[in-house]
């Protein structure tokens, strides 16, 4: 019996991944980093509540969301993004676009951005403060 090493899915999919950083997310995340150094604050992670939730990332597969407040991009060119992220617990972290995107996940997904998303920073806020 012959069987395929990949589901016709997953060869359809590997040309239809999302781009995670577009031009457009990239200077919003510049501006940000902007605005906090401006605000006096450059080593703080402090936003005021009409503050834009700059992108949202998601797992359209299962756990996963990420919900990204400001960036920074790294000498190699990757982006060390800041955020609320929500696994097996919601919690403000640290994530490395890199990881986004070289997460493999079951039927060849990939983690994707919510191009609808349209959030500020006191939903996120309020979103932490409620129990599971």
Known sequence: MYTLKRT????YRKDKTMKLLTKEIEKKL???NAEIAQRNR????????????IVKY?????????????GKKQPDGDW???G????????????????LEKLELP????????RYYDGRYSDLKRL???RW
């Open 8 to 11: 016709a899915w997953q060869i």
């Open 30 to 32: 510049t501006n940000r």
């Open 107 to 114: 039927l060849g997904l990939t983690i994707e951005r919510d």
């Open 80 to 82: 060390i993004l800041f």
């Open 84 to 99: 609320l992220c929500e696994i097996f617990d919601r919690e403000w972290g640290d994530v490395s676009l890199n990881e």
């Open 58 to 70: 998601f797992n359209p597969y299962g756990n996963g969301t990420w919900y990204i407040m400001s």
């Open 42 to 53: 450059a080593n703080s992670y402090e936003f005021f509540d009409n503050d834009e939730v």
């Open 128 to 130: 932490h403060s409620e």
